[in-house]
């Protein structure tokens, strides 16, 4: 069966400092990836998603990035935090084939800066 | 373009008694329906999804959603809930081939004693 993994679970990083946030999928192959966030009382907010490797979409403009350099594997960076940036992030991957293929997310990361 | 409104930002609702959680989405094609349940500081987790046939669909602890293509609506049920249905529920939308599904903003369903 699929699992999804996300890390760190919590991270406190004061502003002006540099992020990465890892997420690897097993037991699929191509999966579509995404990045959201969940700012506190409010809905998702998709980040970025990827359809393969390398190949990386933005949905909105930021102080975010993000890479898949690896078949199963997504990561968020920021050069430099601002405190904005707080939230919880989730990653989700999907299968490949198709739009009926259900997001499956991982545990998600609470982010503070501060 | 696709959207949804999930009509109620909070549900509160004694334990035992029935809940329905609403959602109505637009689109102008054929969609892919889903709702996902959240607890805090986890992440979101399939509930049910709706992709073709009976357009009653069952899913897990008891939850249930009725498919209305000329409501354009999938609002969630349960006979009767329990505290630990306390959660956060957000209805999804997926169509036209896209690889992104949107979001509501979520329903927060408090169950008291």
């Known amino acids: 069966s699929q699992t999804i993994h996300q890390w760190p679970a919590t991270l406190v990083q004061p502003v002006g400092s540099p992020l990465s946030l890892e997420c690897t999928v097993e037991g699929t192959s191509n999966p579509n990836l995404y990045w959201y966030r969940q700012a506190a009382g409010r809905g998702l907010q998709l980040l970025f998603y990827?359809?393969?490797?390398?190949?990386i979409s933005s949905e909105v403009p930021q102080n975010l990035s993000a890479s898949r350099p690896q078949d199963r594997q997504f990561i968020l960076s920021s050069k430099k935090l601002l405190l904005s940036d707080s939230g919880f992030y989730l990653c989700a991957w999907s299968l490949p084939t198709g739009t009926n293929s259900p997001l499956h997310f991982g545990n998600g990361t609470r982010l503070t800066v501060t | 373009a696709q959207s949804v409104t999930q009509l109620d930002s909070q549900v509160p609702v004694f334990e035992e008694a029935p809940v329905e959680l609403r959602c109505n989405y637009s689109?102008?094609?054929?969609?892919?329906l889903f709702w996902y349940v959240q607890y805090p500081n986890q992440g979101l987790q399939l509930l049910l999804k709706?992709?073709?046939?009976?357009?009653l669909v069952k899913g897990i602890n008891g939850f249930e959603a009725e498919f209305n293509k000329s409501q354009t609506s999938f609002h969630l049920r349960k006979p009767s809930v329990h505290i630990s249905d306390t959660a956060e529920y957000f209805c999804a939308v997926r169509s036209g081939g896209s690889y992104i599904p949107t979001f509501g903003r979520g329903t927060s369903l408090i169950v008291h004693p």
């Open positions: 689109s102008s094609v054929s969609v892919y």
């Open positions: 990827s359809v393969g490797i390398g190949q």
């Open positions: 709706y992709l073709s046939g009976s357009t």
